[in-house]
């Protein structure tokens, strides 16, 4: 949630990262097999690790993942389904072609693909204690 001014207020912080994180790794197993060009420029852009605070390079996507999600909570149960919406989304307003992506969610995120993404998610937030 933003303030007037544009910030983030401080108690949403750490629920927006944990929100996000599963989203980007789970997209990063999936750029693994599918090597689509368009999923590996938006993976670039949102990477949680190629900076030292542990956040994504572009945060409007940040706030775009979590405005898209409002509040409901993102688990293992509705992970896959949340992230194929919004690349939806993204495919529609920002012409990306995410068709390999979508069709690995469908075909090939089980359980243990959705777990390892927690697991990371976990791992990250320990790292970094996001506030």
Same mark, same amino acid.
């Given at each position: 949630?933003?303030? =007037?001014?544009?910030?983030?207020?401080?108690?949403? @912080?750490?629920?927006?990262?944990?929100? #996000?994180?599963? *989203? #980007? %790794?789970?997209? !990063?197993?999936?750029?693994?097999?599918? $090597?689509? !060009?368009?999923?590996?420029? %938006?993976?670039?852009?949102?990477?949680?690790?190629? /900076?030292?605070?542990?956040?994504?390079?572009?945060?409007?996507?940040?706030?775009? /993942?979590?405005?898209?999600?409002?509040?409901?909570?993102?688990?293992? &149960?509705?992970?896959? @389904?949340?992230? &194929? !919406? #919004?690349?939806?989304?993204?495919? @529609?307003?920002?012409?990306? !072609? *995410?068709?390999?992506?979508?069709? /690995?969610?469908?075909?090939?995120?089980?359980?243990?693909?959705?777990? @390892?993404? %927690?697991? $990371?998610? =976990?791992?990250?937030?320990?790292?970094?204690? &996001?506030?």
């Amino acid at each position: 949630m933003e303030t =007037r001014n544009g910030n983030i207020k401080e108690e949403h @912080k750490l629920e927006n990262m944990m929100v #996000f994180l599963p *989203f #980007f %790794f789970i997209l !990063d197993q999936g750029y693994g097999e599918c $090597k689509e !060009d368009d999923l590996g420029g %938006f993976l670039g852009a949102i990477s949680p690790e190629l /900076w030292g605070d542990g956040k994504p390079i572009d945060r409007a996507i940040l706030h775009e /993942w979590n405005s898209f999600c409002g509040k409901e909570m993102i688990c293992e &149960y509705n992970l896959v @389904k949340k992230v &194929y !919406d #919004f690349l939806e989304l993204y495919e @529609k307003f920002y012409g990306y !072609d *995410f068709s390999k992506i979508k069709q /690995w969610l469908i075909s090939k995120a089980n359980e243990a693909v959705v777990r @390892k993404a %927690f697991e $990371k998610s =976990r791992i990250m937030q320990q790292k970094y204690q &996001y506030e």
